[in-house]
């Protein structure tokens, strides 16, 4: 142990060889001046002496200073070049070790051999944490500019402590996450004040505390920690909400051409001009012009429920649908629904049915969904078939509150109503209530024969491009992305297993029922 025996007075145990003596040395109390004072006390040059403490580690002008400050120098043993070194001494065993000390030193006490052990094991704790925070900093960008900043200055700015922070904190979530154990807070500071001596607070009791105090949790580790936990939490909340806006009424970057008017004037233009020719090109080719125009009034709240009135000609010149759909999504995208269900997954969907319980109104749907001839009574095979759907896939339940679980049959009325030939048109919208979800409306002489599908949307009836049952609800799921609007909330199982697997439409931000999640992974295995 160490005594201060003046203001200007230091004394110290030194060992060498066998022999054991307290050094006393005035003036400044610098590591130049201990070993000159060890030298006159033993009797030996100066030149290249080695000082080692209790656990056979070597000391030097840094951390003498650092341990004659925090007055934990213990005992110091001297060793010249030509001395074996101490680092040998540790091949031997801890009990003849401690034996041939304690004879070596008369009046050392049991007590004294337990402190050197615990100094012996603190100070290899120090060095193995010391080295974990040195690996760190050297294999991460930044860590070295740290290192030799200390190296330099003995010392580190404001800016670079911050840096070893974050690169600390940074390694300490990606192993223990962003919530880490006081002990591994622990650690990372005593393995900071290990590695860089010179930054340990003296006038604390650990001289770690300002990097992480257990006590009250302070520290910048503990701050540090607090804020990447604050942004992880933040990022959690942004995740869920994208998860929840994606899908028809996500606001994307929409397709614009070279030549599509860039101001709202020319794009009044455009509007106008198609208002008042009646050549089917020239309204094709200004919608086009006006799509990004026509996206972004579509997902403003304000304006999104003039869009009929602002391009009128979705409800007299078929295919509109389609055309900002494939430049929203790309050809490729546009055509995979009637590529993919005839050919592969309707056969999926009518096995898929064996397993459920067979009501009346299911096998109906699966015997015309199966049919190879014209359907006599029901849907078509086509119809039929995404009908079965809506059965594998039935709406989830809504809670306790009306109308609490609907049936596939009634949900499968969300999908496509029928209304025999010469009925009012205009009489069924008046029906309609306002911002109800899009769906077909099949007019014709029974369900087995449509002559026309009309996608029923906020009180306007936009004519399908095909009288093609199939290609109909191909367009009406487009609606729903041109348009902006929710899937019905009786049909939104269906529509996001239509969405992910079939279009493949924003899979990894839409959060699915786990039961569309099942079905997925059938049909794609």
């Known amino acids: ?199 340990a607070d003296p006038t604390s009791k650990f001289g770690y505390e300002h990097y992480y105090n257990a006590e009250d949790g302070s520290g910048f580790l503990a701050w540090r920690l607090k804020f990447v936990q604050r942004e ?21 970057y929409p397709f614009r051409e070279e030549n599509c008017p860039t101001t709202e004037c020319l794009c009044c233009e455009a509007i106008a001009l198609m208002k008042d020719t009646a050549e089917e090109a020239i309204v094709k080719e200004k919608m086009k012009q006006t799509f990004a125009y026509r996206q972004k009034m579509v997902h403003d709240p304000v304006k999104s429920s003039e869009i009929f009135t602002v391009f009128p000609r979705f409800q007299d010149i078929a295919g509109m649908i389609e055309q900002d759909f494939s430049l929203m999504f790309g050809d490729a995208t546009s055509a995979k629904f009637l590529e993919k269900w005839p050919t592969l997954y309707k056969q999926k969907v009518i096995d898929q049915s064996r397993g459920l319980t067979q009501t009346g109104n299911l096998q109906d749907l699966v015997q015309n969904a199966e049919s190879t001839r014209e359907v006599k009574n029901g849907w078509d095979s086509d119809m039929s078939s995404i009908l079965v759907l809506v059965h594998i896939l039935p709406p989830s339940p809504l809670g306790r509150k009306r109308p609490g679980k609907v049936s596939a049959r009634h949900a499968s009325d969300h999908i496509v109503k029928f209304i025999k030939t010469g009925t009012s048109i205009q009489g069924h919208l008046e029906s309609v209530m306002e911002s109800s979800p899009p769906y077909l409306l099949a007019v014709g002489t029974q369900r087995s024969a449509i002559h026309k599908y009309f996608i029923v949307i906020d009180k306007h009836a936009v004519p399908c491009k095909s009288p093609d049952s199939l290609a109909c609800f191909d367009e009406l799921f487009k609606a729903h992305f041109v348009f902006g609007t929710s899937y019905n909330q009786y049909l939104v199982n269906v529509y996001n297993f239509l969405q992910t697997t079939i279009y493949e439409i924003d899979v990894d931000t839409t959060k699915v029922n786990p039961r569309v999640a099942e079905l997925r992974a059938r049909m794609l295995h």
């Open 232 to 252: 992880a939490s933040v990022g959690r909340q942004k995740a869920m909400c994208q998860s929840l806006t994606w899908g028809p009424k996500a606001d994307r």
């Open 1 to 199: 142990m160490n005594f201060f025996l003046s203001s200007r007075m230091q004394a110290v145990r030194v060992k060498y060889r066998d022999c054991q003596k307290y050094i006393c040395f005035e003036g400044q109390r610098t590591f130049k001046s201990f070993l000159d004072c060890v030298a006159n006390k033993f009797d030996i040059p100066t030149l290249d002496l080695k000082v080692y403490d209790e656990s056979k580690t070597e000391v030097d002008e840094e951390v003498f200073e650092f341990l004659l400050k925090k007055q934990d120098l213990g005992v110091l043993e001297i060793c010249l070049p030509q001395d074996p070194n101490p680092y040998d001494l540790l091949s031997s065993s801890a009990s003849s070790s401690l034996s041939k000390y304690s004879a070596d030193n008369e009046g050392d006490s049991d007590d004294t051999i337990i402190l050197q052990q615990s100094a012996t094991r603190k100070t290899a704790e120090d060095n193995r944490l010391s080295h974990m925070i040195e690996d760190i900093l050297t294999t991460n960008p930044g860590g070295e500019r740290i290192m030799n900043e200390y190296a330099r200055t003995k010392s580190l700015t404001d800016g670079k402590r911050r840096d070893m922070v974050k690169i600390l904190v940074a390694q300490m979530t990606s192993e223990h996450g962003t919530s880490p154990s006081r002990r591994v807070k622990e650690d990372y500071s005593k393995g900071i004040i290990a590695l860089f001596p010179n930054l």
